[in-house]
């Protein structure tokens, strides 16, 4: 694992690299070295995570660790250069949230828009009460439809 960057409190943002092949031993050590360059700091930590060019659990694991420590400890982090691998695969496991986050996003600078938040025009689920009273329910021994 390597860091990019030489001061942490400098105007850009400090670069760790995830090495490949990454497994499930360098997690906690690459998390380690991330709450580290906090402590030095870094406001914002960029994860660099081109070398990750076969996708597996353990790279999985190691971005949904580093971007939970970032959230303990309050800090930001972006994801960039992730392969269509690692967003496959975290596509699959119902991570994909992690590409899908803002200026969180995984692949190459380019960030996805967050979803609208509901305006009060926006009408809500009806619930079965609702349903009942406004006659949407058919009935069964009706005629049939036309």
Known sequence: ???????????????????APVTLADVPPLCARLYALYGEGAAEVVCDLAELTRANLASVEAVARLRLTARR?????????????????????????LTQRGDDSLSH??????????????????????????????????????
Do not use: I
Not at 8 to 18: E, K, N, Q, S, T
Not at 73 to 97: I, K, S, Y
């Open 109 to 146: 600078g380019v960030t996805q828009p967050a979803a609208p938040a509901p305006d009060a025009a926006t009408p809500t689920d009806p619930t079965p009460g609702d349903l009942a009273q406004s006659g949407a329910y058919a009935q069964r021994d009706g005629p049939a439809p036309s």
């Open 73 to 97: 400890a309050g800090r930001a982090v972006r994801m960039r250069n992730a392969g269509p691998e690692l967003q496959a695969l975290l596509t699959l496991m119902g991570l994909d949230c």
């Open 1 to 19: 694992m390597s860091v990019e960057a030489v001061d942490p409190a400098g105007p850009d943002p400090v670069v760790l690299v995830v090495p």
